[in-house]
């Protein structure tokens, strides 16, 4: 079975730091864009950051300056290093793969056609 399995969430204080991880089951990271997500409370799901194999990001205003993507090539595992964390990073996170592009990600999660299940990041203040 194919899936992307993500971990690393939990509760900071504002300030804080955390490393979500997205392992791939059958799915390599590596080769097609990948990206992260997140959806808060009674909000659309907005995309956070993305990278190609080759290593180029993108980032959202929002967390520019803040949050790195990487990849762990030997791990086949996707990461989202979130420094400086906010109340307004509140919200669940989830990574996922697009099949389909390997150099100008999307920013539109219909890009995206595998994803995780998501982890729950709380920023308190």
């Known amino acids: 079975q194919v899936y992307l399995a993500e971990s690393g969430g939990g509760s900071v204080q504002a300030g804080g730091s955390l490393r979500l991880s997205c392992a791939g089951s059958r799915y390599d990271v590596r080769v097609n864009c990948m990206g992260w997500f997140r959806q808060a409370p009674g909000k659309e799901r907005e995309g956070v950051a993305s990278i190609n194999p080759a290593g180029g990001t993108r980032y959202a205003d929002s967390v520019q300056g803040r949050f790195t993507i990487s990849v762990d090539n030997g791990k086949n595992t996707l990461y989202l290093q979130m420094n400086n964390l906010k109340p307004e990073d509140t919200a669940m996170y989830y990574c996922?793969?697009?099949?389909?592009?390997?150099?100008?990600?999307?920013?539109?999660?219909?890009?995206?056609?595998?994803w995780g299940q998501g982890t729950q990041v709380t920023v308190y203040s």
């Open positions: 996922a793969g697009d099949l389909y592009r390997v150099k100008s990600c999307s920013d539109d999660e219909s890009a995206y056609n595998t």
